[in-house]
Structures are given as structure tokens and as C-alpha cells.
């Protein structure tokens, strides 16, 4: 066999050797009552793929409320 055949043939079976589940999964950001609370606004309100992005925008609004009550003096 030629020297390219070969290396053809071993990148293609170390290509196929890192299918599947080779790889660990994603982390995924802990639940917080924000993302709860964004997470079923959004499921509601959705039913689309844009469902991922709604999610991420109402968590940060929450966060960003929750600071802000937080930074205010109580009189």
C-alpha cells in the first residue's frame, strides 16, 4: 500500500474512533430561582428554538432586578 493510502486510512479510523459518546458532556449552569422562574415564563410563552436565548435573557433580567433591589437602601 502507498504511504498516503495509509494515512488516509488512519485518520479516518481515528476520525470514527471519536464518534459517539467519547466526549464528556456539556456543563450545565445550576438552577437558580432566576433560571426557574425564566425557564417556565419562557416555556409558556415559546414553543419555538428560541426557547435557549429566551431563557438566558429573562435569567439575566431577573439577576440584574435582584441586584438592584439589593443595592437599594431600606428606609
Not at 7 to 16: F, N, Q, T
Not at 42 to 53: E, I, R, V, W, Y
Not at 55 to 66: I, P, Q, S
Amino acid at each position: 500500500m502507498k504511504p498516503i493510502a495509509v494515512l488516509v486510512v488512519l485518520c479516518c479510523a481515528a476520525a470514527c474512533s471519536f464518534r459517539g459518546g467519547d466526549f464528556a458532556p456539556e456543563s450545565k449552569e445550576p438552577e437558580t430561582p432566576c433560571s426557574l422562574e425564566a425557564e417556565s415564563f419562557c416555556k409558556g410563552s415559546l414553543s419555538s428554538a428560541d426557547l435557549a436565548t429566551c431563557v438566558k435573557r429573562e435569567t439575566y433580567r431577573c439577576e440584574l432586578l435582584e441586584q438592584q433591589q439589593s443595592e437599594k437602601p431600606e428606609p
